[in-house]
């Protein structure tokens, strides 16, 4: 219904329910657990029995993310319960998955503590390439832009490669959201993501969501879900749905803002490595620029140590010492304190919606 509508446009309508005089835009959370049964026909007659499987508030949402991804989304309750959802039901023992050796962390420690276990045989490729041929694999992951390097990789040439090889491809989607990129529409089978970062973007819950066009795929997640119940709880589902409707004017001033912090950045001589996809000389730049509809609100860079980061958190009245990205106000991160295998000064700054003078100020004074 919202297709041929701009972002901002898309991203008020999406998965409202047509007008009604005297209800609201849109509906308060349903809470519940189990719903009224017709009480000789059972749960055949309503489309609601039981809160696990069945929720309309949680379906508004999923109706929003699936226009916004141009699929059939399921909702979880985290990023990473929607990450494990598709790789539990896609991969089998003695099937081979392929991950991104530089993406999100935790991806890898469930690969190793529990595909292994299970006898799917892992395999790791660096985000910006060389990637093994696909032959034999089952799952390809991607993650792009990676996080935490920023790496980007070509969606539609590896989901071509992949397929001739008869592998299936996921796209982890949180950094880019679907106004950056629609994995989809670039030949991916699934697009996967944490919606706790700029997708709902108030760092104030956690999100996950997978969407396909494949039904079989669906039907699949559908059913992990079920059956190990990662649902988010209808309040959430509401607030996520609610923040939507800000996704595009958030990552206007997010991706404004780091515009301008990757420039501060790069011409300071005492600030190292500094990688935004949207910086020209970028290793990222030529496939973000082609890709891409918006380059997303995070920068990263390396400030020599730990101490100095620790400096530069303390002298800064506006950058926030937190994790996770994508939120209103600016944050950063020292990756190597949660044992991400980056250098020690490595820092993932996610910029806010904060006026862009006043972060530049604060951020040169307190790097200085
Ligand atoms: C945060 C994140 C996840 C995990 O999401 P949660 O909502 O924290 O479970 C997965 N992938 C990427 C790229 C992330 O940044």
Redo the contacts with the bound molecule.
Sequence with gaps: MTASFGDGTRCVHAGLPEPVPGQPFLPGPVFAAPYHLDPVTGPAAAPDGYGRPDNPTRRGLEAAIGELEGGDCRAFA??????TAVLMSVLRPGDTVLLPGD??Y??RSFAASTLEQLGVRVVYAPTAGPYPSFAGVRLVLL?TP??PGLDVCDVSALSAAAHEAGALVAV?N??ATPLGQRPLDLGADITV?????ALTGHSDM???YAATRSADLLGRITTWRSHTGAIPGAFDAWLAHRSLATLDLRLARQSANAAAVAQALAARSDVELVRWPGLPDDPSYEVASRQMRRIPGVVSFDLGSAERVGRFLTASRLVFAAT??GGLHTTADRRAQWGDATPPGFVRLSCGIEDPADLLTDLNASLS
């Design positions: 985290t990023g990473q319960a929607a990450i993406g999100y935790t991806v993650e990676a996080n982890d949180t950094t993501a944490s919606g706790t970062k956690l999100l996950g996770s990205f």
